[in-house]
Every structure is written in structure tokens, then in C-alpha cells.
């Protein structure tokens, strides 16, 4: 059975930068999809970030295009997403998810992933 487990989170001052990590077990992590999201009090979930199976392809909300970075490295099992130049409405708690559909294409909806890890908070502080 697979488990997604996420780690990483905090309280940083605006402009700063944090590193999350989601640690899988239980799959073949190569062999699927992943993504992040996100959600603030009294908002829905948001989509994030996103990235194949390879690693060869991202793709990014606009409101964090140029800010982070999602990556992967598949022989840890681990996926990361790179938070730079952070404001206040970063925060949030952030999640990440799996796809395993093997579609091979860019989805941004949450209902897509199958697999959620149990979230880690992130708090920007202006």
C-alpha cells in the first residue's frame, strides 16, 4: 500500500525559502505522477505544482511560476518542492499527491491524484 508522507514545513519571514519533501513507500514511485497543493483557511484546495513520471516535465501555478521548484528523485523516493521568495499568501498547508493513472498529461484538478499525504504547514510571516 502506498504512503505519501510530507515533511519539511514551517514558519519563515517573507522573501525566505523552505524546502518540502514527500517520502513514498509502498509503489513503484517512478511509475507515477506527482503533484503539491496547497490550502488556506476557509479557501479550497489549490493546485501547485506538478511533475512526471521521469521528472522531464513541470508545470506551475501562476501564482508560483518563478518562485518554486518541483523535482524529483526517483531511486530515494522522494519528491521536493523548492519555495523561494515566499509572501504571506504562500500560506497555507501543503499536501502532495499522487496520480497513477499514467495518462502522461499535465493535471491540475485534485480530484486527478488518488493519494494524499497527511499535509505539512507552511507560515509566511510578513
Known amino acids: 500500500q502506498v504512503q505519501l508522507v510530507e515533511s519539511g514545513g514551517g514558519l519563515v519571514q517573507a522573501g525566505g525559502s523552505l524546502r518540502l519533501s514527500c517520502a513514498a513507500s509502498g509503489r513503484t514511485f517512478s511509475s507515477y505522477a506527482m503533484g503539491w497543493f496547497r490550502q488556506a483557511p476557509g479557501k479550497e484546495r489549490e493546485f501547485v505544482a506538478t511533475?512526471?513520471?521521469?521528472?522531464?516535465?513541470?508545470y506551475y501555478a501562476d501564482s508560483v511560476r518563478g518562485r518554486f521548484t518541483i523535482s524529483r528523485d526517483n531511486a530515494k523516493n522522494t519528491m521536493y518542492l523548492q519555495m523561494n521568495s515566499l509572501k504571506p499568501e504562500d500560506t497555507a498547508i501543503y499536501y502532495c499527491?499522487?496520480?497513477?493513472?499514467?495518462?502522461?498529461?499535465?493535471?491540475?484538478?485534485?480530484?486527478?491524484?488518488?493519494?494524499w499525504g497527511q499535509g505539512t504547514q507552511v507560515t509566511v510571516s510578513s
Open positions: 511533475i512526471s513520471r521521469s521528472g522531464s516535465n513541470e
Open positions: 499527491a499522487a496520480d497513477f493513472s499514467r495518462l502522461g498529461i499535465i493535471r491540475v484538478v485534485a480530484s486527478a491524484y488518488e493519494l
